[in-house]
């Protein structure tokens, strides 16, 4: 399947898939999410490989681009990613998964901390983080924490990124008080719980 956009490279989506069938071979219960899901260049795919299970898909975007940065984003690399850029719309991502014959999943628009445990789902199995800054990965983990079902995994996007610092710092300071294993690669950071 062709990149829907250049927000992720070809060894990150086999990441992601490859984590995905580790919790699908598992039996993990419970869900998918994906917060940032942008145009769809990681979740076509992720619904792609869903259609073969009763798992939902739950799609998360502002579709209002990035928000305003916070201090724990400032990076000494420079400026990467301004409030307003990475604007993706609805309508857009709909048109992707209906392209690629994916069925729609579950998509809700709104800022990440704005979010409530309403909005997602009981039991997760495999979580996509990609908010690139600092308070869009930790409102994530601090929504679907509780949900997550034993031997669930998490990704986080652009944690080995030091333009994006605000992702690191957000997991680091998550996982000193929510103790997990944390192996990185590529530009992820792979979190089972």
């Known amino acids: 399947m062709k990149l829907l956009s250049d927000q992720i490279d070809e060894r990150e989506l086999a990441i992601i898939l490859r984590e995905l069938e580790k919790v699908l071979t598992a039996g993990v219960a419970g869900d998918v999410v994906e917060f940032g899901c942008y145009v769809g260049t990681a979740s076509v795919p992720v619904g792609q490989r869903l259609m073969r299970t009763d798992k939902k898909l739950y799609l998360y975007d502002s579709f209002e681009g990035l928000p305003e940065k916070t201090r724990e984003d400032e990076s000494p690399t420079g400026v990467q990613f301004v409030a307003g850029e990475l604007l993706a719309t609805k309508k857009q991502l709909i048109k992707n998964f209906k392209q690629a ?42 929504l679907i924490w509780d949900r997550l079902a034993p031997g669930a995994i998490i990704l986080v996007d652009d944690y080995a990124n030091e333009a994006l610092p605000g992702a690191a710092k957000a997991v680091d300071e998550w996982l000193r008080t929510h103790p997990s294993k944390l192996r990185i690669e590529h530009s992820l950071a792979i979190i089972t719980t």
Do not use: E
């Not at 979010?115 to 869009?136: C, E, K, M, R, W």
């Open 101 to 142: 014959h994916v069925p729609l999943p579950v998509i809700i628009k709104g800022w990440f901390s704005d979010l409530t445990p309403t909005h997602v789902p009981n039991q997760i199995a495999f979580a996509y983080l990609d908010g690139d800054y600092y308070h869009s990965v930790l409102d994530p983990l601090k």
